[in-house]
């Protein structure tokens, strides 16, 4: 059995049940697409979550004599191999591999450069999609048939690699070119929290009306993306998805690979959604330590201080080469064995009430805060002393009418 979605334009999910996949879809044209039967071994059994990329037999043979650009990073595994070295090996045309932020391989501090460059391994051209150029140029795409999307996220709004997807879906749509998503598990897939982004503070850190945490799977925002018509593009995409076997957002699911160099592990990216606000203040937030986003500190001696916990940012190639308050000794909290998931505004709050007591400026980059945000509200709320409570409740209608919209583009059970 083949199931097919189709929304305002054709979306084809990919299900395996049992031998024989044969079906039809008719998409909201009056055109109709066949598709070809294509004989795939059973699943195995596992009651491990199996990600999208690892269920070859349901992608090998529609890429069979297509040329390929793969949108990857050093998370886009196949068992113990990379996801480009596993295609080449399965004689797949990769034509051109597209490097988001921190890089092909994950080596990129945050906001870094990357560079267009040649993949030692395969010799295939490696095409930045960060910074100035976010997405290629048409004669790239006119040398591809299909595009794979294959990137651990983490489930915020403001990690990156979402807003490279949708640039890159608006390309493909722009040039005919397939979409394919290969789903990975969402790490913070439980949560569904935080503002919706409002039209004026959109950017590259906050591109779509949702909330901060999503509560989505990257295959489920792409279809979400699709579905509501946020592309800019006045041609249908083909999207294809080969979601996660053996998962429901419940399962507990630790990264075999750290998506990003400062999320080391799953403290870090439990940590996030709270900590992350800490990087439009003077507050640092462990860059330049072996436990980035698990600390939150000030200079030693400050009586804006709270805590007890001493570190000092340095120098980390790869990782963080020049950290807020780099070689200044430091102290404040460890949040290593903190039991905080979700969005939690106490720190932040407790913080800002130190500084501003010691007639100190908080929000030293109020304009990157609101973009991570999504709103200046958080900030004016902050401000005007309401507590964590008052400031969910300003933002429940809203959030109540996301849920409902998100229901329908739920590829998972959530027990």
Known sequence: MLEIRCHTSTILRLKTIGILLIAICYPLTTSVIQA????????????????????????????????VGVIVNQTSRVRDQHLVD??????????????????????????AKVDSSIDSQTGIEIVSIYGNNKRPGDEVFAELDALIFDIQDVGLRF?????????????????????????????NG????????????????GMHPIPILHGLTVAELAQMILGEGWLESEKDLSLKVVDVANYKRSTPYNLPVKPSPNLPNAQSIGLYPSLCFFEATPISIGRGTPFPFQVVGYKAGS??????????????????????????????????KANIRGLQLTLLIN????????NLEFFERADFFDKLAGTDQLRLAIEAG?????IKQSWKVELEQYKQMRQQYLLYDNN
């Open 386 to 390: 309401q507590s964590e409570a008052q």
């Open 303 to 336: 009586k804006a201080v709270l805590g007890e916990f001493n570190f000092t940012p340095i120098s980390t190639p790869g990782a963080a080469i020049n950290p807020k308050l780099k070689n200044v000794p430091l102290q404040g909290m460890d949040l290593r």
């Open 190 to 205: 439980a949560y569904v929290d935080g503002p919706i982004l409002e039209p004026e503070f959109t950017s590259f850190v």
């Open 159 to 187: 990690y990156t690699y979402i807003s490279s997807m949708h640039y890159m879906m608006e390309a493909a749509a722009d040039n005919g070119v397939e979409f394919w998503v290969f789903d990975r598990p969402n790490p």
């Open 351 to 358: 913080w800002y009430q130190k500084f501003t007591a010691e």
């Open 36 to 67: 070809k039967e294509v004989v795939i071994p059973a699943p195995s059994v596992s009651i491990h979550p199996i990600t999208g990329a690892e269920q070859s037999d349901r992608y090998l043979p529609a890429l069979k004599n297509k040329r």
């Open 86 to 111: 596993f295609l080449v090996k399965n004689d797949v045309q990769v034509r051109f591999i597209f490097a988001p932020e921190h890089g092909f391989r994950g080596d990129h501090d945050a906001g």
